[in-house]
Nanobody, 125 residues
Framework: VQLQASGGGLVQPGGSLRLTCATS????????TGWFRQAPGKEREGVSC????????FYADSVKGRFTITRDNAKKTVYLQMDSLKPVDTGIYSC???????????????????WGQGTLVTVSS
């Protein structure tokens, strides 16, 4: 299983970025793909996650209404549209995948088996 994250960069507060996670080799009929971030000196936290078949979606409270996760099953790609970005959104964003998660597991980093490399998002003026 491989995951490739891209789309990070430097953006001013209030700006937008779209992250892309391309996956390959994930074969279960039901699996989840998630975005996680880690800010300097802080633990990794779940940002947003989505399942491929039944459309369960998780958002961290801090990003609800600003971030939107979508998927393209044909391309096995998950996108994270991030709008109204704030300096507190700064961090390394990584995507991860896991088979057969239930709702309560979606936003929990330890639930995920497969991880891609991170992409840095910096929100600063």
């Amino acid at each position: 299983v491989q995951l490739q994250a891209s789309g990070g960069g430097l953006v001013q507060p209030g700006g937008s970025l779209r992250l892309t996670c391309a996956t390959s080799g994930v074969t279960p009929d039901h699996y989840a793909t998630g975005w996680f971030r880690q800010a300097p000196g802080k633990e990794r936290e779940g940002v947003s996650c989505i399942t491929n078949d039944d459309g369960m979606i998780f958002y961290a409270d801090s990003v609800k209404g600003r971030f939107t996760i979508t998927r393209d099953n044909a391309k096995k790609t998950v996108y994270l549209q991030m709008d109204s970005l704030k300096p507190v959104d700064t961090g390394i964003y990584s995507c991860a995948a896991a088979p057969r998660l239930i709702w309560s597991q979606l936003g929990v980093p330890s639930s995920y088996h497969y991880w891609g490399q991170g992409t840095l998002v910096t929100v600063s003026s």
